[in-house]
């Protein structure tokens, strides 16, 4: 097995005018013995000499380009390539299941109808909150103590705003659900305008059948 020096340094190479761009365009690997012969080539270091480029491919999808170059004292040979396909093809997994990890945590932490935070989401923020309230609180306390200095009286304050929709059971059947749900994604997108970024608007669902909802 041959030993592969990798350069972790990030390189931006202009897709449209290099070898890269074109394995990208054209989705098949290439083997390039020598670089400075190839008009597509986009030189970022003058001691490289040759080397192998892999689309990174998952059902039919490209998601970039493995790019392997070595310099004259090192010729890279189809060994290579066998080697750096079956890397390309590991790395297009990882990325599909990281990808899946990443829907799979936003469907189960964001309403699919207005894309706010859910009902469980909220529930956690709360939970959360109301521990960094009690700890600031005795920390509070333990400075009143200490302190000679006015301080704030009492614990810190925490705010939750219920909005409500009523008669939205009535809305679904006159006019449909996709308007209902328009309608719901309006109230979510104005709340959310009308708060600082810092604080969390949420989607308390019910449920269809409910004559209310809430935000």
């Keep these: ?6 350069d972790a340094r990030p390189t931006y190479v202009p897709i449209e005018r290099s070898i890269i761009g074109r394995v990208a365009r054209a989705r098949q690997t290439e083997l390039v013995a020598d670089v400075r012969a190839d008009p597509d080539y986009f030189q970022v270091d003058a001691q490289v000499t040759n080397g192998i480029y892999v689309p990174i491919l998952r059902e ?5 380009v493995l790019a392997i170059e070595d310099v004259a004292s090192r010729v ?3 060994h290579d390539v066998t080697f750096l ?13 990281a990808e899946l990890a990443t829907h799979l945590e936003h469907d189960a932490t964001t309403d699919l109808v207005t894309q706010l935070p ?3 989401t909220l529930q956690q923020h709360l939970d959360t909150t109301s521990e960094q309230v009690q700890r600031l609180a005795a920390v509070s306390a ?6 000679t200095a006015d301080l704030p009286a009492g614990p810190p304050q925490v705010s939750v705003l219920i909005a409500g929709i009523d008669g939205f059971k009535f809305i679904n059947e006159l006019y449909g659900h996709a308007t209902a749900d328009d309608i719901l994604r309006q109230v979510g997108a104005t709340l959310r305008a ?10 308390h669902k019910i449920g269809r059948a409910s004559c209310r909802e809430r935000v």
Excluded: K, Y
């Design 118 to 120: 859910n009902r469980q």
């Design 194 to 203: 009308c708060l600082a970024p810092e604080h969390l608007v949420a989607r």
């Design 1 to 6: 097995a041959r030993n592969l020096a990798f």
């Design 76 to 78: 890279l040979d189809e």
């Design 85 to 97: 396909q079956s890397m390309a093809s590991l790395l297009s997994i990882l990325v599909e299941r």
């Design 60 to 64: 039919e999808r490209l998601i970039g």
């Design 142 to 147: 333990s400075r009143r103590l200490a302190l």
